[in-house]
Structure formats: structure tokens, C-alpha cells
């Protein structure tokens, strides 16, 4: 029971960091209905800087102060530069177009950082046991922030009037020019949201879990897995998915092997296109996932 515990703890860690990645493709969806598989670079992107940061001198939280607004800067960039440009955008043309990015940002990266993985230090605080179970401080860390911040995006997105006109951009685009909701402006700060919770992420998930030029792609792909089980529309299951997610993944390599690890994402994707394709919200977004 200690060992299923132990197991099922450090899941809900990882799973908070793909739950985060889930909610940055969420929010843009359910605005553009745009595919980001950039959201994973984001993440890989902040946890790169804040280490840089570091090791200039700055102190833990300055620089992650420095390396989530630099990344929320840089997914608003990319997004003025190769999605505002594009008048028709589908989800198919989103997915080659963000896939071409994806892999830029990666090769930028391996050039300033190079190939070997790195990670954070730790944040304050003490590793407890708790009924036979050990806890690192910076799970908990994890989990703390990643309630936070889910909790405040969630808030946003559905309980404000900026965030109900974000969506109505994509569920009413011509309703929602008539009553003066700029499309181009809730693109850019779903670009921005998505950029914040991709940022957090990765500089939560560093210590743990470590940041390189490759770490996005893992990420990113957890990430939208748990995105699809909400249909990419519902931030709540998304969250939800990458927990459960999280959890699935340790308790296979637990029990079976740690090879079987990253296939549990790719098993979760294929059941969801074959028996839910709107996600288990069971809300259709006019396209299968």
C-alpha cells in the first residue's frame, strides 16, 4: 500500500506539469481553435532561461520573475508572427504551421543551451514522510503553484467577462466582432495565458524533472493528450487529464517497467480518438480532436 502511495504522489507532481502544458492548448482552442504544439516550448523555454538567470547571479525568484514574462513575451511574439498573418486559419493548417515553429524554437535552443539536460534548484523547504510515504518539498511545490495557477486561469476563463468574450470569439466570431470583441486581441492573450501556464511549468517542473532543448516535446505531448480528454475545450478536464495522466504513467512504470512509460500518453490518445473524439466533457468543438 506504501509503494501504490508513494507512486500514486509523485503521479499527481507530474501530472500537475502536464496539466499545466493541457490548459495553455485549452485556452488558446477554445478562443482560435487553433492546435499550439508549441505549448510544450514554452515550458522548456522558461525552465532554460531561469537557469540561465541563475547562473548570472540572480537569485531563485528573480529569475523565475525574469523567465515566465520573457516567455509569456515570446509566445506573443511567435503568434504575431506566423499565426496573426494567416487570414484562414483551420485546426489542420494550425498543427503544420505550429509544428514548423516548434521545431525552430527547438533548434534555437539547442544552439544557445546545447544538448545536456539541466535543471533548477530546488525550492525552500524540507522533505517530509507522511504515513510511510516520502514527499519532496518540490512535489509539493508542484502541486501548490499548479492549484494556483489552474484555479486562477479556470477563474478567468469562466467566471469574467474578458474571459467569456475570449471564448465567444470561437464559439460566435461574427457575434462577437458586432459587439466589439477584437478577435486578434483574445488571440493574443490566449497566446499570453498560454505562455504564462507553459512558463510556470517548466520552472516549477525544472528541479525535478530537469529542462533541455528536447524537454518541450515530451511535455507538449502529455500536454495535449490531457488536453483531448476535455475535447480541448473543457480547462477543467484537461487539468484533470494531465493529473490522471501523471498518475497512470507512474503506476505502469511502477508495476510493469519504466519502458512502458511514455507509451501510456500514446494508449490514452488512441482510445480517445477511437471511442471519444469531443473528449469525455462529450462537448463537440465542430472538430474531432
Known amino acids: 500500500m506504501i509503494d501504490l502511495l508513494q507512486l500514486v504522489f509523485a503521479g499527481l507532481a507530474q501530472g500537475a506539469v502536464y496539466g499545466l502544458v493541457a490548459l495553455g ?28 538567470a541563475v547562473g548570472a547571479g540572480l537569485p531563485l525568484l528573480v529569475a523565475i520573475l525574469v523567465a515566465i514574462p520573457v516567455t509569456i513575451g515570446i509566445a506573443v511574439l511567435l503568434e504575431r508572427l506566423t499565426i496573426a498573418p494567416v487570414k484562414k486559419m483551420t485546426p489542420l493548417t ?9 521545431t525552430a524554437v527547438k533548434a534555437l535552443m539547442l544552439l544557445i543551451w546545447g544538448p545536456e539536460a539541466k535543471g533548477l534548484p530546488t525550492f525552500p523547504g524540507s522533505d517530509i514522510v507522511l504515513g510511510g510515504v516520502s514527499i519532496r518539498s518540490q512535489e509539493l511545490w508542484v502541486l501548490g503553484v499548479a492549484a494556483v495557477v489552474a484555479y486562477g486561469v479556470i477563474w478567468f476563463y469562466e467566471h469574467t467577462v474578458r474571459g467569456k ?19 486578434r486581441t483574445a488571440t493574443v492573450v490566449a497566446f499570453a495565458v498560454a505562455g504564462l501556464v507553459g512558463g510556470v511549468a517548466g520552472v516549477v517542473g525544472s528541479p525535478i524533472y530537469l529542462s533541455s532543448w528536447t524537454s518541450g516535446l515530451t511535455l507538449g505531448l502529455k500536454g495535449f493528450v490531457a488536453a483531448t480528454l476535455g475535447g480541448l475545450t473543457s480547462l477543467r478536464v484537461a487539468m484533470l487529464g494531465g493529473l490522471g495522466l501523471g498518475i497512470l504513467e507512474n503506476l505502469v512504470a511502477g508495476y510493469l517497467s519504466s519502458g512502458y512509460r511514455d507509451a501510456v500518453a500514446f494508449v490514452v490518445l488512441v482510445l480517445v480518438l477511437l471511442f471519444k473524439p469531443h473528449g469525455l466533457a462529450g462537448k463537440s468543438s465542430g472538430v474531432r480532436v
Not at 485549452?26 to 522548456?44: D, H, T
Not at 475570449?166 to 466589439?180: D, F, I
Open 165 to 183: 468574450s475570449l471564448r465567444a470569439c470561437a464559439e460566435q466570431p461574427v457575434a462577437a466582432r458586432l459587439v466589439g470583441i477584437s478577435p
Open 25 to 52: 492548448f485549452v485556452a488558446i482552442f477554445s478562443v482560435r481553435e487553433i492546435v499550439n504544439l508549441v505549448q510544450g516550448e514554452y515550458a522548456a523555454l522558461a525552465g532554460l532561461t531561469a537557469i540561465s
Open 94 to 102: 494550425s498543427i503544420i504551421l505550429t509544428l514548423g515553429v516548434s
